[in-house]
Nanobody, 125 residues
């Protein structure tokens, strides 16, 4: 059974850092692009960053460029999201999702094959 499990969320002050992890099991992890989404209270789920199967291609939403870094370790079946210089507007539940193809800026919630249950990030100002 395919499974994605996010971890690493928590409460952090503005300007601080967190590192999220997305651990995969039950499917061939290296054959899937992984995308991070987030959903703030009362808002729709939005795209954050995506990474291709081998990690050679990466795309970020403009609001996190220069602050967030996505990476993956296929030997550990894990994708990471390093979040620096956090802002209050980064507060959200963060989800990772897997899809067969890397779509860069076209990655969307509609194309994902597997989803995690999310991890909450709260940034206090």
């Amino acid at each position: 059974q395919a499974q994605l499990v996010e971890s690493g969320g928590g409460l952090v002050q503005a300007g601080g850092s967190l590192r999220l992890s997305c651990a995969a099991s039950g499917f061939t992890f290296s054959s899937y692009a992984i995308t991070w989404f987030r959903q703030a209270p009362g808002k729709e789920r939005e795209f954050v960053a995506t990474i291709s199967r081998r990690g050679f291609s990466i795309y970020y939403v403009d609001s996190v460029k220069g602050r967030f870094t996505v990476s993956r370790d296929n030997a550990k079946n894990t994708v990471y999201l390093q979040m620096n210089s956090l802002k209050s507007e980064d507060t959200a539940v963060y989800y990772c999702a897997a899809e067969t193809y890397y779509r860069g800026s076209l990655a969307s919630v509609d194309g994902m094959a597997y989803w995690g249950k999310g991890t909450l990030v709260t940034v206090s100002s």
